[in-house]
């Protein structure tokens, strides 16, 4: 103490008590709102805290036995502070509480709006893939039906002659008809068959759950991925080099035939944006709660409007007739039935990565 001046210093231990070291600097800041005097000049320095005072704080301390205090008076007047800052702590909890379920009730509101918008987008492009192998398979039994009653004519008239006639054969386009049909129906073989696929990826798209009738069941991901590269292995050949980095060492408790179908269509859309020659690599591993499969490729990548876009139901940037744009719609659906993640880095012109996550053991129920 020298005049008016307090210093005071004293140990600082700061590994060994953090909270306490906080507690005390914390308290410094706000006496001056309690003694209404200057406040203090705090300096640490290594192993110590030197605090100085211009005015010489009396009122501060109180001696008793045990020494030195701080005065009781003070500490009852700053425990009533705290008790009414608690207090507003917790006012302040419950109107963030309250602030927090009005948050979440517009969120929800404008979820539901958006899910209205893309049930429109949906509905539409439900109209429009279905419509295109629809209108070929109407045409083609149209005529059919023409040409089935040119043919019943042509057979008619066979009965009432000993022979057939070239001219007769001619009049009905017979050699026509009978070249012409098994095109026409095999063209709405395959028409009908788009259509199914649509209705059922839209199935899966809907209600994952309902997809299939299958149980979970302890897999090998790394031997789930070996088996959909296999599916490929023609479009693969020389033309792109496959690198494997499958470090995941245990199964996991997953929907096998569904999980096949989300690296089918990685792998799928992987190849594809591959040009001439190119790269996919496979990587598997796990940390304490998760596992982890990244199928990364060196095709033509994707811009950020694509990258925003590429989950939503219908879109594709295929030709048209090529695909339908569900492919990693469903793959999303598959992924988050299994309470996981689906995340996409990708950069026009150097390729694309995909990286699913599921959760293991308990994570997984």
């Known amino acids: ?189 395959q028409g009908l068959h788009r259509v199914k696929e649509i209705v059922k990826d839209l199935s899966v798209l809907a209600h994952p759950e309902q997809g299939r009738q299958e149980q979970k069941a302890e897999t090998d991901l790394n031997g789930l991925i070996e088996s959909s590269l296999k599916v490929f292995s023609e479009n693969i050949r020389e033309r792109i080099h496959v690198k494997k980095n499958l470090d995941l060492d245990e199964s996991v408790e997953i929907y096998p035939v569904r999980m096949s179908q989300v690296f089918t269509n990685l792998l799928s859309n992987a190849i594809q944006s591959i040009g001439d020659k190119g790269t996919i690599e496979i990587t598997t591993w796990k940390d304490p709660q998760f596992a982890f499969v990244e199928i990364a490729d060196s095709g033509h990548g994707m811009d950020e409007d694509t990258l925003n876009k590429i989950f939503t139901p219908f879109f594709t940037t295929k030709p048209a007739g090529r695909g339908t744009g569900l492919g990693l719609s469903i793959a999303q659906s598959i992924v988050e039935m299994h309470r996981g993640h689906i995340n996409v880095k990708s950069i026009a012109g150097k390729g694309s990565s995909f990286t699913i996550q599921l959760p293991r053991g308990e994570l997984n129920a």
């Open 1 to 189: 103490k020298t005049g008016e001046s307090v210093t005071f210093q004293c140990p600082l231990n700061y590994g060994m008590f953090p909270h306490l070291v906080e507690f005390l600097m914390a308290t410094l800041e706000v006496l001056p709102k309690f003694t209404g005097k200057s406040p203090a000049q705090v300096q640490r320095k290594d192993n110590s805290i030197t605090v100085s005072w211009e005015t010489a704080q009396t009122d501060l301390f109180g001696e008793e036995e045990r020494g030195i205090v701080l005065n009781p008076k003070l500490v009852a007047q700053m425990s009533k502070q705290l008790e009414a800052s608690e207090h507003k702590i917790e006012e302040l909890k419950l109107h963030n509480q309250t602030l927090q379920t009005q948050i979440k009730d517009q969120v929800n509101e404008q979820v539901y709006t958006e899910k209205m918008k893309s049930l429109a987008i949906l509905a539409s492009g439900v109209a429009h893939e279905i419509n295109n192998p629809l209108s070929y398979v109407m045409s083609n039994l149209s005529r059919f039906k023409e040409y089935l009653g040119n043919i019943q004519n042509f057979t008619q008239q066979m009965k009432s002659q000993d022979a057939v006639s070239s001219d007769l054969r001619m009049k009905f386009d017979i050699d026509f008809i009978l070249s012409e049909t098994p095109v026409m129906l095999e063209e709405s073989l």
